[in-house]
């Protein structure tokens, strides 16, 4: 979808707008591993949310995501699984030392790492995927040239610098046009847009997420979700 379009879409019916980038999408596929259950929750809820009638939410993506997000989903799979027989060995563990029973995971459970892929690919298919935008990749060709967050000595950071300008962008026309919901990027990327280890934007993009954007930054789904709570969202 082009940018004015979405812009047009957006403001034809009033939500909050979260941006998705690969890592958040494949988050959900790892919560398992990374003992984050809220995900998954999180992302099931936004599913709903971008599926009612008006939308409750509006989801987007850049033009690199779906190719980012197939080029790791396998890998994120794996992360899941590893996690899930992980759980069944501690039971076995905890049986040969005589420790007291720890029960093994249902057979149904075993077919989680398919169904949060399945999760993970219905996020991203519902989700608005943005067209190319000149403005927005001419800015990102800038940012690429001159090292400058999320983008990185030696060309790095290139497809972050294409998401993050038409994040920009899009968030820009939206307040032209009139739009004063609220605006969410949600990466957890906290390398290339964070101060990691904490969940706080990087100083150096401070400037671009404040007003007038006025986008808000968010290392999860389920930070997304406090965001939107708290600026009065009813999902």
């Known amino acids: 979808m082009t940018l004015a379009d979405a812009v047009s879409t957006i403001t034809a019916n009033p939500a909050p707008v979260v941006?998705?980038?690969?890592?958040?999408?494949?988050?959900?596929?790892r919560a398992p591993l990374r003992n984050a259950a809220g995900e998954v929750r999180v992302a099931s809820q936004f599913l709903v949310a971008v599926g009612r009638v008006p939308k409750t939410i509006h989801l987007i993506i850049g033009s690199p995501t779906p190719t980012e997000w197939n080029d790791h989903i396998d890998e994120a799979v794996r992360d899941c699984t590893?996690?899930?027989?992980?759980?069944?060995?501690?039971?076995?563990?905890?049986?040969?030392?005589?420790?007291?029973?720890?029960?093994?995971?249902?057979?149904?459970?075993?077919?989680?790492?398919?169904?949060?892929?399945?999760?993970?690919?219905?996020?991203?298919?519902a989700a608005i995927r943005l067209d190319h935008h000149a403005?927005?990749?001419?800015?990102?060709?800038?940012?690429?040239?001159?090292?400058?967050?999320p983008a990185t000595k030696g060309g790095k950071g290139a497809k972050d610098a294409v998401i993050l300008e038409h994040v920009l962008e899009t968030t820009r026309q939206l307040r032209a046009a009139g739009?004063?919901?609220?605006?969410?990027?949600?990466?957890?990327?906290?390398?290339?847009?964070?101060?990691?280890?904490?969940?706080?934007?990087?100083?150096?993009l401070v400037p671009d997420f404040a007003p007038p954007v006025d986008l808000l930054y968010a290392t999860s789904l389920t930070r997304a979700e406090t965001l939107l709570l708290g600026a009065g969202w009813v999902p």
């Open 82 to 125: 590893l996690a899930v027989n992980s759980y069944n060995a501690v039971a076995d563990v905890c049986g040969y030392l005589a420790i007291p029973a720890v029960a093994t995971l249902p057979a149904a459970a075993l077919d989680l790492p398919t169904r949060l892929r399945q999760l993970s690919a219905d996020l991203l298919a």
């Open 179 to 204: 739009y004063p919901g609220i605006c969410v990027f949600t990466s957890s990327n906290t390398k290339d847009f964070g101060v990691p280890p904490g969940t706080n934007l990087h100083p150096l």
């Open 19 to 29: 941006f998705l980038d690969s890592c958040i999408l494949l988050d959900t596929v």
């Open 135 to 149: 403005d927005a990749l001419a800015r990102a060709v800038d940012r690429v040239v001159a090292c400058r967050k």
